[in-house]
């Protein structure tokens, strides 16, 4: 009777066997990805088989990431706020430079003093009228003498008539039309006056200058040119167009 029961439970283990291994030949590759062992361990499970069942049933971890996603996780950071242009004093200290460089500059192209270079280029860019123009009409008009005074009565840097400049300051004196600046501010002032009513003919309105407008105009309306050459020398090598805006 044992060797009965014996072959019997054999039997039954071999057929186990068999059943097993037909179940795990016809199982489908999808199913065999899938987690067989329960998340929570069992009683008689241990604890690494328990660990490596909650591994198998958590979902596979990319090992990259798209950028967008880097980005978004990304804490970013701005970047500082610069101020627009230079700080006011240093831009004031620039244009402080470059002014007494154009200076300089004129001083040593004229062969003139600083001081009296310093004179003309400021009352030229107060009148509206281009430095080069100005120096080019006062050595033309008195070679940068300022007392210089002509035949017909003209005086100073500019060689103003009394009459012209009464129009522009009714109570200047003669002797006020020898000092540097009031000459120069006056005289620029007439300069870019005839700039303006002529509409940027430069050089009708150094004839202008030059002649008055009534010898001018005399010889327009004769058909004749008023040219005299003063306008040729004034702008010889000059390619200005006389004015600021």
């Not at 100073?156 to 008539?161: A, C, E, K, R, S």
């Not at 000092?179 to 309105?205: E, Q, S, T």
């Amino acid at each position: 009777m044992h060797r009965r029961h014996a072959k019997r439970r054999l039997t039954n283990v071999f057929v186990a066997a068999a059943v097993v291994f037909t179940l795990a030949v016809m199982v489908t590759p999808e199913a065999s990805t899938r987690a067989v062992v329960p998340a929570t361990p069992s009683p008689g499970m241990t604890p690494t088989v328990a660990a490596a069942s909650n591994a198998a049933s958590l979902p596979i971890q990319p090992l990259w990431r798209p950028a967008g996603a880097v980005l978004k996780r990304s804490k970013v950071v701005a970047a500082p706020t610069l101020p627009f242009g230079l700080d006011p004093k240093e831009r004031e200290r620039r244009e402080s430079l470059s002014r007494w460089h154009r200076i300089y500059t004129y001083s040593s192209k004229y062969r003139i003093k600083p001081e009296l270079s310093r004179r003309i280029y400021d009352a030229a860019t107060t009148a509206g009228i281009e430095p080069e123009l100005g120096f080019r009409l006062v050595r033309v008009e008195s070679v940068f003498d300022t007392r210089a005074v002509s035949s017909a009565g003209a005086l100073g840097l500019t060689q103003l008539m009394l009459g012209t400049a009464r129009e522009y300051e009714p109570n200047v004196t003669r002797e006020q039309l020898l000092d540097p600046d009031v000459n120069l501010r006056i005289g620029f002032k007439y300069l870019r006056g005839l700039i303006r009513d002529y509409k940027g003919d430069l050089k009708l309105a150094l004839l202008v200058y030059n002649r008055g407008p009534v010898a001018v105009q005399r010889s327009l309306s004769m058909g004749m040119s008023p040219a005299n050459g003063y306008e040729s020398i004034v702008t010889k090598g000059y390619r200005g167009r006389g004015y600021l805006e």
